[in-house]
């Protein structure tokens, strides 16, 4: 089945230790999302990729950095990581230019930082 | 800037009700609209998804209704089950691309 894979489930690091999180889809989107989700509250849009065009959001921290080597992939890096960086990382994908545009999500990444 | 409220923030049903959960954002100059369900720990699953010139989807048990002039979306949930608790999420998209979500509403179904 066509879905949206993220890699790991779980990760826990360390204050101030770089983490990667990754994101696969085999949908053949073309737009590929980053958001955060802290407890109770809604996803937060951090960056977009519109094919290989980045489009940040003006409140994402310089903390977090993404990276789309090919169309199927996009990660999430988080240099140096601190305990309000705390959440569930979603990744989700979407067809630009169709009519009906959904999005589609993965199971997200759970991050811990002790 | 777009802002979406959903409200009640939780709701407690006994099964077999019929429920509405609410969704108001203020630029009505929306692309489309689009409902999701996240159980305890996981990721978003889509449920429906409205057009901006569409007044409703139905899916099941589940009815979406859109009305853009007002700002406001309800999500019908129909003969609810406790299969149904989890957390609903509206997700509003403007046409330059951006969705914008609400907090959720924490449905509890209980048998």
């Known amino acids: 089945d066509a879905m949206v894979i993220q890699n790991p489930r779980y990760q826990v690091t360390q204050f101030g230790k770089p983490v990667t999180l990754s994101c696969s889809q085999t949908l053949n989107h073309n737009v590929m999302y980053w958001y955060q989700q802290k407890s109770s509250q809604a996803p937060k849009l951090l960056f977009h990729?519109?094919?290989?065009?980045?489009?940040n959001e003006a409140d994402t921290p310089d903390n977090f950095q993404s990276r789309r080597p090919n169309t199927s992939f996009c990660f999430l890096d988080i240099r140096s990581p601190g305990l309000g960086d705390a959440a569930m990382y979603l990744c989700?994908?979407?067809?630009?230019?169709?009519?009906?545009?959904?999005?589609?999500f993965g199971p997200g990444t759970r991050l811990t930082v002790l | 800037k777009q802002e979406v409220t959903q409200i009640p923030a939780a709701l407690s049903v006994p099964e077999g009700e019929n429920l509405v959960l609410n969704c108001s954002f203020t630029?009505?100059?929306?692309?489309?609209l689009q409902w999701f369900r996240q159980d305890p720990g996981k990721g978003l699953t889509s449920l429906l998804l409205?057009?901006?010139?569409?007044r409703e989807q139905t899916s099941g048990r589940l009815n979406a209704s859109l009305d853009k002039s007002s700002g406001r979306s309800t999500l019908y949930i129909a003969a609810s089950q406790p299969g149904d608790s989890a957390t609903y999420l509206c997700?509003?998209?403007?046409?330059?691309?951006?969705?914008?979500f609400g907090d959720g509403t924490t449905l509890t179904v209980k048998p």
């Open positions: 409205i057009q901006s010139s569409q």
């Open positions: 630029d009505s100059a929306i692309y489309n």
């Open positions: 997700a509003v998209k403007t046409n330059a691309g951006k969705s914008t």
């Open positions: 990729y519109y094919d290989k065009d980045f489009n």
């Open positions: 989700a994908t979407s067809v630009d230019g169709s009519l009906y545009n959904e999005q589609f």
